[in-house]
């Protein structure tokens, strides 16, 4: 039996109901995928979807970012959907280049919003 590929999910925090109405719309497709997501926003998801198989990592800027960074240099995350708040100065703003890096150098799909997330979600589902 093979495990499911998985899909990280990341908010910043004016982004977060945006992210759980992602999820929500998006809930028949996300099942298909095991979801791995920072803190809150993990549990945002959860409680949006509780259907879902989602591990909420440690918060964003305690640690979480890094943990997802972990699993996409180690081929464990498929898709990255980081639904950036660009108007909202962001103290661990280097953790999201970070992040953004790592996607672009292990080539795996990046959305930062809705707009990139759903097609993209379309075609791996």
């Known amino acids: 039996m093979t495990e499911k590929p998985a899909i990280a999910l990341i908010a910043h925090d004016l982004m977060k109901d945006a992210m759980a109405d992602f999820a929500r719309t998006h809930e028949a497709v996300l099942s298909g995928f095991s979801i791995v997501a920072t803190g809150t926003t993990g549990q945002r998801v959860i409680e949006a979807c509780p259907g879902l198989d989602v591990t909420a990592l440690k918060s964003g800027p305690l640690g979480g970012d890094q943990q997802i960074g ?49 097609p993209l979600l379309r075609a791996l589902g």
């Open 70 to 118: 972990a699993l996409i240099a180690t081929g464990g995350v498929t898709l990255l959907v980081f639904f950036v708040d660009p108007l909202t100065a962001m103290p661990h703003d280097v953790d999201v280049k970070a992040l953004t890096r790592l996607a672009i150098v292990y080539d795996i799909p990046l959305a930062l919003n809705r707009a990139t997330a759903e």
